[in-house]
């Protein structure tokens, strides 16, 4: 068990909705990461969040949307769905937002478009 | 941007044979490379990992190189055993960027009995 809690676990849901994961970091940790991980594809960096702003934005779509909280639990907002958007989503976290600290996964959200 | 290349795509070994995963990254500035295990629908899992003022790391049967001037770090597991077959990732992490890791695309492992 990493520290990082991620619901749901599973989420199926149609074509043009939108759906929110919640992450919680492990106990301490300031920032937060997302990341996308498609089948048969590498870990995608979407977003990092630290003590509540912004702190590095990757490849995220603007369809997607993210915050972080003054509690330090972010959400990952994805709307106007489509079926290439079906992946699995990580949340990580990490003490500080400085390279060199240990990143931690979740244990991921699996999301199916239909 | 950073990017980081990893080969090979996939690794077939025979239990008891070392195995060696390979990475490049591109930006000079990186720091911080560590690699992560993934099994089958689990979450990714750290097993090593080195900073930009070590050349090599070694924790029992894994150890990882690292050459600065080349921008390559490497991976190296011995005496493989079944248990190690999964994904392995590298990844890289500049200081100046906050922090994020860019993966590399994976290695499916896979240790034959």
């Known amino acids: 068990d990493s520290g990082v809690t991620q619901t749901p676990k599973h989420l199926i849901t149609a074509t043009g909705q939108r759906v929110t994961l919640r992450c919680s970091p492990r106990s301490g940790d300031l920032s937060v990461y997302w990341y996308q991980q498609s089948l048969d594809q590498g870990l995608q960096f979407l977003i990092q969040?630290?003590?509540?702003?912004?702190?590095a934005k990757g490849n995220i779509l603007e369809r997607f949307s993210a915050q972080q909280f003054p509690d330090l639990h972010s959400e990952l907002n994805l709307s106007s769905l489509e079926l290439g958007d079906s992946a699995l989503y990580f949340c990580?976290?990490?003490?500080?937002?400085?390279?060199?600290?240990?990143?931690?996964f979740g244990e991921g959200s699996w999301l199916t478009v239909v | 941007g950073e990017n980081v290349e990893q080969h090979p795509s996939t690794l077939s070994v025979q239990e008891g044979d070392s195995a060696v995963i390979k990475c490049t990254y591109s930006?000079?500035?990186?720091?911080?490379f560590p690699w992560y295990k993934q099994e089958l629908g689990k979450r990714p899992q750290l097993i090593i990992d080195i900073r930009s003022n070590v050349g090599e790391k070694k924790d029992q049967r894994i150890a990882v190189t690292l050459n600065k001037t080349a921008k390559h770090f490497s991976l190296h597991i011995t005496e493989t055993q079944p248990e190690d077959s999964a994904v392995y990732f590298c990844?890289?992490?500049?200081?100046?960027?906050?922090?994020?890791?860019?993966f590399g695309q994976g290695t499916e492992l896979s240790v034959k009995p």
């Open positions: 990844a890289a992490s500049d200081y100046n960027q906050g922090g994020k890791l860019i």
């Open positions: 990580a976290s990490s003490a500080g937002g400085f390279s060199g600290n240990t990143i931690y």
């Open positions: 969040y630290y003590n509540g702003e912004e702190r």
């Open positions: 930006d000079s500035a990186s720091n911080y």
